[in-house]
T-cell receptor, first 113, second 111 residues
Framework: SQTIHQWPATLVQPVGSPLSLECTVEGTSNPNLYWYRQAAGRGLQLLFYSVGIGQISSEVPQNLSASRPQDRQFILSSKKLLLSDSGFYLC????????????FGPGTRLTVL | DQQVKQNSPSLSVQEGRISILNCDYTNSMFDYFLWYKKYPAEGPTFLISISSIKDKNEDGRFTVFLNKSAKHLSLHIVPSQPGDSAVYFCAASKYGNKLVFGAGTILRVKS
């Protein structure tokens, strides 16, 4: 079965520090991959998606970037974190039909102080 | 512009009764709708979906109804159980593209 791994589970970082969150996929190949953020009391906001190695689409202008160096690896980064980057970050993937039923990783809780 | 809206932030239901969670959308191009369930500090898990060519889909205790003319869908849980207490997200997509999520509804099932 398809599984998404994310780490770390929780992270506390000072303002201005860099960020790297990693997501890896197991049990499938050629997935579309997505990064979402859930801010406190809000829904899931799509940040980036990727349909293949090196292919990244950004949904909203922000302080973050994403990269996909391998088929099953998706990385979310920032050079300098802002307070507003705090939230719950989720990686999701989808393969095959139906192309909508995304499966999610366990998430990373990021607190920027 | 919120294309998918869940207007009830929370819902409280007695164990054994029916839970009805509602979702409205504005984009008539959406052709696939999904419900996800999320526990605190975990990723959402897929619950049930419905294509725009149907008006009902059932899976055990969960039924999703779609009213295209009203741009409205609902999730019915019967009977509700304490383990159903979670945040429920409605999501929509068009042509197998990205999902647009609602803000979520917190369901509390009281025993």
């Amino acid at each position: 079965s398809q599984t998404i791994h994310q780490w770390p589970a929780t992270l506390v970082q000072p303002v201005g520090s860099p960020l790297s969150l990693e997501c890896t996929v197991e049990g499938t190949s050629n997935p579309n991959l997505y990064w979402y953020r859930q801010a406190a009391g809000r829904g899931l906001q799509l940040l980036f998606y990727s349909v293949g190695i090196g292919q990244i689409s950004s949904e909203v202008p922000q302080n973050l970037s994403a990269s996909r160096p391998q088929d099953r690896q998706f990385i979310l980064s920032s050079k300098k974190l802002l307070l507003s980057d705090s939230g719950f970050y989720l990686c999701a993937g989808v393969t095959g039909y139906p192309y909508n039923e995304q499966f999610f990783g366990p998430g990373t809780r990021l607190t920027v102080l | 512009d919120q294309q998918v809206k869940q207007n009830s932030p929370s819902l409280s239901v007695q164990e054994g009764r029916i839970s009805i969670l509602n979702c409205d959308y504005t984009n008539s191009m959406f052709d696939y709708f999904l419900w996800y369930k999320k526990y605190p500090a975990e990723g959402p898990t897929f619950l049930i979906s419905i294509s725009s060519i149907k008006d009902k889909n059932e899976d055990g205790r969960f039924t999703v109804f779609l009213n295209k003319s009203a741009k409205h869908l609902s999730l019915h849980i019967v009977p509700s159980q304490p383990g159903d207490s979670a945040v429920y997200f409605c999501a929509a997509s068009k042509y197998g593209n990205k999902l647009v999520f609602g803000a979520g509804t917190i369901l509390r099932v009281k025993s």
